[in-house]
């Protein structure tokens, strides 16, 4: 297979920065995802660690440079990974992290969708927009509709009582 059959039959590439405030990062994310990359929900495709110190230095640190203590499992796909971001995205994506915090920054494939990915591309169309919910707005979306609705139901009873005088 050439490259080009190879990058048709990929899934959407996503990508996430996670903040550990504190540098409280321990490793527990590694079992959910080695669990999604057992079901070939995802392919990982770059990890790493990024260490912003209180005065705003930053460290990156490829899996290999840590401590099995603060990684658990990830270390399982180091020999997988293709290194995707350059020093210019690590810095980019620093920007985000508040100082005094560590976070995690995962590349990955969603292989669960390529097949219809690639069966997109093969009939013509192409991507011309995608995005995300945050897991807070949805949140505060059902938080927002479930005081309407109190706020309608209590509506309702005051125009029902003020009907009976």
Known sequence: MDEVDAVDELGPVDW??????????????????????????????DLLVLKKDADGSLEAFELSDLDEGEIGELRTYESELAMLLSEEDVTSLAAAIEPGSSAAVLVWENTWAAPFASAVRRSGGQLVASGRIPIQALLAAIEADEKEETADEGTEQLAATEGEI
């Open 16 to 45: 996430i920065v996670v903040e550990f405030p504190g540098s409280r990062f321990n490793g527990q994310i590694a079992p959910a995802l080695l669990d999604l990359v057992q079901r070939d929900l995802v392919r990982v495709l």
